[in-house]
């Protein structure tokens, strides 16, 4: 019996925060992240502020919830970026094939989209766009060094890497704001082509 209620209250907490998740995407989307209350949250979400409490000290803490958990998924595919080599990323690039792990992130960002869109949008958490180009981004781009450069402390590498990985973000934030209209294939095409474009040579895939 005791199993039964662990089993039950864990459902609510699961319920709970489904909509507490809900009602925060769509109030972000209408008002921006500083234009509603706990109160605006929690009426949205159809939950009264004990409940909220129980779980969140603010506004701010739920946030910082709900981005470590699209950190922590995105965060599983760390060790696959950092075992591709060189040899296996001009691969795809040369035969114009997506990368599996890249197809696999945009996949999953593609899942996260409406969570994304509110917060990355210009009235949502401007800090958390900065954790997620640090945290995927530059992972991304040290993943196509040569392993040589990968763990030096070279200041022209690490502005290199800075430099693409800006870069990468604004692909992926302006991918999420246009809708998402290419598949995940075709956007990790795009990614391994514009870190291997040349100066003067024609844009295309």
Not at 140 to 156: C, H, S
Not at 197 to 205: A, F, N, R, S, V
Request: aromatic fraction near 10%.
């Amino acid at each position: 019996m005791a199993a039964d209620a662990v089993c039950v209250e864990d459902r609510r907490i699961v319920k709970t925060r489904a909509a507490l998740r809900e009602a925060l995407i769509e109030l972000t989307e209408e008002r921006g992240w500083n234009g509603f209350s706990i109160n605006d949250l929690c009426e949205r979400a159809n939950i009264n502020r004990g409940t909220f409490y129980n779980h969140y000290r603010d506004k701010d803490e739920l946030m910082m919830a709900f981005q470590d958990e699209v950190l922590e998924q995105i965060g599983n595919l760390q060790t696959s970026l950092a075992d591709m080599s060189l040899e296996e990323v001009a691969m795809c690039v040369g035969f114009k094939k997506p990368l599996p792990i890249m197809v696999t992130l945009f996949d999953y960002l593609r899942k996260e989209g409406r969570f994304l869109h509110a917060v990355l949008g210009p009235n949502g958490d401007a800090a958390f766009g900065l954790r997620l180009c640090t945290y995927v981004c530059n992972d991304i781009v040290k993943a196509m060094l040569n392993e040589q450069y990968r763990t030096g402390d070279d200041a022209f590498v690490d502005y290199y890497v800075t430099f693409y990985a800006s870069a990468y973000f604004g692909v992926i934030r302006r991918w999420i704001e246009q809708g998402m209209v290419e598949s995940s294939e075709e956007m990790a095409v795009i990614c391994q082509r514009l870190l291997f474009i040349m100066p003067g040579e024609p844009i295309k895939l």
